[in-house]
Every structure is written in C-alpha cells, then in structure tokens.
C-alpha cells in the first residue's frame, strides 16, 4: 500500500488544520492507521492512531481534547483534525499503516509510511 498525506501549512496559535491520509495500492480498511510528527533534532512520536476495527483509537497526552482521528474507507482515506493548534504542534507529520495486532500505534508495528506533510503553528 502507498500512502499520500496532505493538508499540512502555516496557521496560527488556537486555529485548525485536517490531515488526510489517502491510500493507494490496497484498501485502506485492512490496516490501522497512525499519525506520527517530527520537530528538527527530536525523534519521530506518535500522536494518534485509529485501528482497523475503526472503534480503538489512541491519542497521546498532549494532543487528547485538540486532536481527532478518524477514517473514511469508502473513499480509503484516514484523517487527523487538529484544532487549538499550538507552537510545539510544529512538526512535519506522517501517517503510517500497520498490519500488527499489538503494537498497532508505535513507530515499530508500522509497515508502510507516508511522506511527511510540514505543520508550521506560529505564536
């Protein structure tokens, strides 16, 4: 599967932004699905996944109450809403897919990755 992720730019403090993952190749619904983000010099984090069941979803601490995940298989896409957008949001963000039953939401259960879309939030 290849994935696309878009919808990425400049916004100020406190606005919004959609991500989009789209995928090509194999649908989308046989996979779980990441967000993952990466500022200059720090290592590359998850900050939300949704599984294949389209149920579970996971958000780390920062982003819980701002950031929602979400998937459309019908049009194989997986998206991340992201509103209240602060300065440390700055990252470039990719989406990821996974096939792993357990590790469903880290950097090491995922099989396949997008290119990266930048997030630039300014103060």
């Known amino acids: 599967v290849q994935l696309q992720a878009s919808g990425g730019g400049l916004v100020q403090a406190g606005g919004s932004l959609r991500l989009s993952c789209t995928a090509s190749g194999r649908a989308i619904r046989s996979y779980s699905v990441a967000w993952f983000r990466q500022a200059p010099g720090k290592e590359r984090d998850v900050v939300a996944a949704?599984?294949?069941?389209?149920?579970?979803?996971y958000y780390v601490d920062s982003v819980k109450g701002r950031f929602t995940c979400s998937r459309d298989n019908a049009k194989n896409t997986v998206y991340l809403q992201m509103n209240s957008l602060k300065p440390e949001d700055t990252a470039v963000y990719y989406c990821a897919a996974s096939t792993n039953v357990l590790y469903w939401n880290t950097v090491d259960g995922m099989s396949y990755w997008g290119k990266g879309t930048q997030v630039t939030v300014s103060s």
């Open positions: 949704i599984h294949k069941n389209t149920i579970s979803t």
